[in-house]
């Protein structure tokens, strides 16, 4: 596995509760850039259409070698996932305080993947706490490694 981008934002902002493996409909040129590492997860969200999941906000580079003169970088761009996975996906996205991110962009068996996760909201105060517990743990670290 082979990972390409993290969204260090998502777990920063969201309690990550489910995470789920799912593919990307992607153009040739899309996955070249993609290996290359140019690829941006920070605002991307998933959001329900009809009966499909879609990757909205990713920022995927025009690939330089590319000929097309019409790409779109932050076009939608189709999950696929089974029904009845996107079904359960949708409902838990209803639910107040939870959002569908994506985490993290892999190639596995020479396939994008995305992982996506399940987040409920962190409050402000949860994110200080967690930052206040971070750098304790730190001095104490220090303080070990001086002795």
Known sequence: MQVITENKRAYHLFDIVDKYEVGLRLLGS????I?????????AYISFQGSDAWLKGAH????????????DPARLRKLLLHQ????????KSKEKGTAIIPLKIYFKNNLAKLEIGVGRG?????RRREIKERDEKRQIARAIRGK
């Open 60 to 71: 995927i580079a025009k690939y330089p070698y590319d000929s097309s003169k019409d790409y």
């Open 35 to 43: 290996r290359k590492g140019n690829i941006s997860l920070r605002e």
């Open 122 to 126: 962190k409050k402000l105060h949860d």
């Open 30 to 33: 899309e996955v070249k850039s």
């Open 84 to 91: 009845q996975e996107i079904n359960r996906l949708e409902q």
